[in-house]
């Protein structure tokens, strides 16, 4: 008898079909609307296998649930959305998708750096809306990238591609993160700081770290309070890991100068959200890694993962 399997979101047939050889599957035939709450506690209650978003909340009144359970596979880096304890004492594997999207959401990363410091959403806003009568001096002007002083927070593999990408522009880079990397500090180039530091030194700060309990808020009031008045945070990583009140108040009040934004607290962000209506504020509906090529990828090797652990081999990223 096949495993069976569900899958919350519509995928590439040619990788359903690739599922289908191996296992019975169902699918949310959706792609662009959640497979609701009642909907997946029921699918889930007989199937071997499943293959989730990062949307869908993967927590212990679901897993109680799922009798047959032996797999969740995330495609997605981040496994937030999973209670990991439980799905562990339940002897659930818990994989994730990490390395596909490296390059591309270090592309996105400075691109969003590069559209704040520049103004380039609300400059093509201004065009469109008949704003741009003459010329003037300072009209619409930014922030300068090139050798300015980036700090990340947070080291990954993330964090190094967008070292890469930042070298080209001749900027400094300080660096911050739960363990000093000396290694990467000789390859690239780069100078380990307290975050109090990186903070007060950098024109541009990248939060690259993951989302846990303890970087839950991890810059908030005071951290902002330290940053430059002329500083761009920029966040692609996740929503929580910034108090999204205290963001608002630097912005407003122009303690920082601009922010761009991939990830928030909630999401999708309500319209009506506050940092939705300030100028100084670039946002977008994290879209880190969605290229075409690197989603595909994503798909696959969320696939892989799910029939590598239902075929008893290891799958090749356990979380738990």
Request: proline share 3%; net charge negative; hydrophobic share 40%.
């Amino acid at each position: 008898m096949k495993p069976k399997v569900y899958i919350t979101r519509r995928l590439n047939g040619r990788l359903v079909k690739k599922i289908e050889e191996i296992c019975d599957v169902k699918m949310w035939e959706e792609e662009d609307v959640e497979v609701p709450r009642d909907i997946l506690m029921k699918e889930v209650q007989e199937v071997d296998g499943l293959l989730c978003m990062l949307t869908e909340k993967i927590d212990e009144e679901l897993l109680s649930g799922a009798r047959n359970l032996k797999v969740v596979s995330n495609m997605a880096v981040g496994y937030n959305n999973i209670d990991i304890t439980a799905a562990k004492n339940r002897g659930v594997t818990v994989t994730n998708t990490p390395g596909v999207l490296t390059e591309t959401t270090a592309d996105l990363t400075f691109t969003l750096l590069m559209a704040t410091a520049r103004r380039i959403v609300e400059s093509s806003d201004y065009l469109r809306e008949g704003k741009w009568e003459t010329w003037s001096p300072m009209q619409l002007t930014g922030q300068d990238v090139h050798r300015a002083t980036l700090g990340i927070i947070g080291m990954g593999r993330i964090g190094e591609a967008v070292i890469k990408r930042a070298k080209g522009f001749d900027m400094n880079i300080l660096y911050h993160n739960r363990n000093r990397k000396h290694g990467i500090e000789e390859e690239l180039g780069v100078v380990y700081a307290g975050l109090e530091e990186l903070l007060r030194d950098s024109d541009f700060v990248c939060v690259l770290t993951p989302y846990t309990s303890e970087t839950h808020h991890l810059i908030s009031e005071r951290e902002f309070s330290l940053m430059k008045e002329t500083a761009v945070l920029i966040n692609t990583a996740r929503g929580g890991i910034v108090d999204e009140e205290a963001l608002y108040h630097a912005l407003k009040h122009r303690k920082i100068w601009a922010a761009g934004l991939d990830v928030f607290e909630q999401e999708p962000v309500p319209v009506d959200h506050p940092l939705l209506a300030l100028p100084n504020v670039v946002t977008l509906p994290h879209i880190g890694s969605a290229s075409i090529q690197t989603r595909l990828k994503m798909a696959d090797l969320a696939a892989e993962n799910l029939l590598r652990a239902l075929t008893k081999q290891t799958p090749k990223h356990v979380v738990v």
